[in-house]
């Protein structure tokens, strides 16, 4: 295997997925550049006046240093010595520490200035005495001949130790700032958000507020007329869906009544059946176009125990089997007529694939109350459990209606419980068997 077999990947950096974190990320990243890039400028900017000042202050120093080192007899020089001390150099009575010649430019550049601040008096001999941190020395001889060595250990800018806190806060500062921005640019878009995820075009909800930046109002103005827009077209099925359903049932009645006076055979039977089916279909189709309107008024509270013991009850007097209820003391705010059909349909639908049906309910961890159906039929393929919710889907392809019904009543359910404000979930259950799940509003 080669090299470039063997050469791993580059992770790839990928953008956060939510725009305010893009945006917080860009925002931020571009005010903290420009923060460095300041503080980077303002740091050279002193570093290179700091620097001129030492080397001013060393051309000015050396030369007085030095003559009243001379002018001192030579048993109190060690006493003014460290009086002579600055930060970034000292003066030694002793000869240079072993070492090579000088390596940096500024070793040498300081070295010509103390050279040129001496006039040339001095025959100077300078050693590189370490690299990292940089330090070298000079040595000249006095008059007397004692040796005499500036040594040299230039140094970074010094920081205050409470600059360390201030660019820490400065930072949140930034942070702080940047949040802030994104939040109120953001905050127009993420509540049009939420009217659009609440938006019920079959309802006559509110009309979005138009105010905000231009963007957003202008948004919002073309989210209202396309909600009348649909709300239009939902009112025009519903008035299309009953003028149909009216006029099939008067055909449909005579149709019966024809047949029913036709001699009694199998004949007559199949055509009853046919018109009995063709009968049922227009009264889903007109329940499945008015599903969507009947959530209607102020919801009320709502013995969710009582509701359910009623439902089984009905059923139970029905010889239907189904089972199960609601633990005691569980109340909902909720509209009692369509949450009875959204519960029935479900019922109806696990008692024709599986012949029983079991109701459960209680509160999930958000505290919002939800109502199961569930049964041990056949169940659902993995891959359908979402197509089946959709009008006219039957996962038989036989128009049968003890098989494959008229593929509205999961249909009817969902648009019901979505006029309750809560939502309805298929899964498939251990051992076999489908589980239905409304979920509603808390």
């Not at 060690?78 to 000869?95: C, D, G, K, M």
């Not at 909600?227 to 009216?246: T, W, Y």
């Amino acid at each position: 295997m080669n090299a470039t077999a063997r050469r791993l990947p580059w992770p790839r950096l990928s953008w956060p997925r939510t725009l305010s974190a893009r945006l917080l990320l860009l925002l931020l990243g571009g005010l903290t550049l420009a923060h460095a890039l300041s503080f980077g400028l303002l740091f050279f900017e002193r570093y290179q006046a700091t620097r001129s000042m030492m080397l001013r202050n060393l051309d000015e120093d050396v030369a007085v240093s030095v003559a009243l080192l001379e002018h001192l007899p030579a048993d109190q020089r060690e006493a003014w010595v460290p009086r002579l001390e600055r930060r970034t150099y000292r003066y030694l009575l002793r000869p240079a520490a072993a070492g090579p010649a000088l390596e940096t430019e500024r070793a040498r550049q300081v070295t010509a200035i103390i050279d040129d601040s001496l006039e040339h008096r001095y025959p100077l001999q300078a050693r590189q005495v370490a690299r990292l941190p940089e330090r070298f020395e000079v040595e000249l001889r006095l008059h007397d001949g004692t040796p005499l060595t500036i040594e040299v250990t230039p140094s970074g800018l010094p920081l205050a130790r409470w600059l360390p806190a201030v660019l820490l806060a400065q930072l949140a500062l930034l942070l702080l700032c940047a949040w802030l921005a994104v939040r109120l640019a953001l905050r127009p878009l993420q509540q049009l958000s939420h009217a659009v995820e609440h938006l019920q075009p079959g309802k006559d909800a509110p009309m979005l507020a138009e105010d905000g930046p231009a963007e957003v109002g202008t948004a919002a103005a073309a989210l209202n007329a396309l909600q009348a827009r649909i709300r239009g077209h939902v009112s025009e099925r519903l008035q299309i869906l009953a003028a149909i359903s009216h006029d099939l049932q008067t055909p449909i009645t005579r149709m019966k009544l024809r047949v029913e006076t036709l001699p009694e055979d199998a004949t007559q039977q199949r055509l009853l059946d046919d018109l009995d089916h063709l009968g049922q279909l227009v009264r889903e189709g007109v329940a499945y176009a008015r599903s969507s309107h009947v959530a209607s008024g102020a919801p009320v509270a709502m013995d969710l125990g009582a509701f359910l013991a009623s439902v089984v009850g009905d059923y139970e007097d029905m010889g239907k089997p189904v089972s199960g209820g609601a633990p005691s003391g569980l109340t909902v705010q909720t509209w009692p007529q369509p949450l009875r059909r959204v519960v029935g349909n479900l019922v109806d639908n696990a008692l024709r694939y599986a012949g029983s049906a079991e109701i459960d309910a209680g509160r999930d961890a958000a505290g919002k109350p939800w109502i199961s159906v569930s049964d041990r039929g056949p169940g659902i393929p993995e891959d359908q459990l979402q197509a089946v919710l959709a009008p006219f889907h039957r996962l038989e392809s036989s128009r049968n209606r003890d098989t494959g019904g008229t593929g509205l009543g999961l249909a009817i359910a969902v648009q019901l419980a979505q006029s309750l404000g809560g939502s309805l979930q298929l899964r498939n259950r251990e051992g076999g068997g489908l589980q239905a799940v409304l979920q509603l509003p808390g």
